[in-house]
């Protein structure tokens, strides 16, 4: 098993796969979803044209049955930034005076969703497909800054059908519930040698074979090899979107990375044993 998981890894730098490090899963529906309604030219004329669709339909209904579906499209259209504020929002402009959200950038305050791919934290790997089947009527969406540690949590309630931006919140990682997480990965995140020490040994992974488009190699390598799988992690800023999942086990956490051009995912499962946080297991 070692050695046709170091043929793999071998064929990997053959065939980018350090560049994509991505894989099919159950969820690449919900990703293709996401993907025909985030991905457009970021263009002038065609956000004017999206909006002018928009006007001609009437009706933006069909956007509210998935959260996901209506969220890609919030962050793109200014007509549902407009219509999907809550009056009650402010927010401190340049100068210090306090302006309505509604009459802010919004899309530069969700630009941290307008990349590669967005990130999503969950207590376990079953919450992904549970993730698929029901939603809350409370959704949070959060903007990580794994630097400045620090959360933005913008609160989406559906009112009448409709989904609608209610609250905005900053916390600083002490005051999240995640915080001895979020502390663990902004470290791992951005030193490499930390990162190295916190890598378990050996290390689970599930790839897809190369020799077998359906299939996947499960197995696993030791902790030294796991720059050669995969060494780039999200950084920086990143994303979380709590559609209900609990995190129950505070000392077990799943990081799920969406490709957002080409609906793959990577997944990071990370456990805490002996007072220390590492990542047991690799999914792409």
């Not at 802010?104 to 497909?129: K, M």
Request: proline fraction near 2%; include cysteine; charge should be negative.
């Amino acid at each position: 098993m070692f050695s046709k998981i170091w043929e793999i890894c071998s064929l990997s730098l053959v065939f980018s796969l350090l560049l994509s490090c991505g894989g099919r899963s159950d969820s690449q529906g919900t990703a293709e979803s996401r993907d025909s309604l985030f991905y457009a030219e970021d263009t002038l004329d065609m956000v004017e044209a999206e909006e002018d669709a928009l006007d001609e339909v009437g009706s933006i209904e069909h956007l509210d049955v998935n959260f996901d579906d209506f969220m890609f499209s919030f962050i793109r259209s200014r007509q549902l930034q407009r219509e999907r504020v809550s009056n009650d929002i402010y927010v401190y402009d340049e100068e210090g005076n306090e302006v309505a959200l509604r009459r802010t950038n919004l899309r530069d305050a969700f630009s941290f969703l307008d990349g590669e791919y967005y990130t999503v934290l969950y207590g376990d790997a079953a919450q992904i497909e549970e993730e698929k089947n029901s939603q809350s009527d409370v959704i949070d969406v959060e903007r990580i800054d794994l630097d400045l540690c620090h959360v933005t949590t913008y609160t989406f309630l559906q009112e009448k059908g409709k989904w609608m931006l209610a609250d905005l919140a900053d916390n600083s990682f002490e005051e999240d519930e995640l915080s001895d997480f979020l502390t663990f990965y902004a470290h791992f995140s951005e030193d490499s040698v930390f990162q190295a020490e916190s890598i378990a040994q050996p290390l689970s992974i599930k790839m897809m074979d190369p020799e077998d488009e359906l299939g996947f190699i499960d197995g696993t390598i030791d902790a030294l090899q796991w720059s050669i799988f995969c060494p780039d992690v999200p950084a920086g800023v990143i994303s979380n979107i709590r559609y209900g999942q609990s995190y129950a086990n505070p000392r077990h956490m799943v990081l799920q990375k969406c490709g957002i051009s080409n609906g793959m995912q990577e997944l990071f499962t990370f456990d805490k044993t002996g007072g220390r946080w590492r990542l047991t297991a690799y999914e792409n």
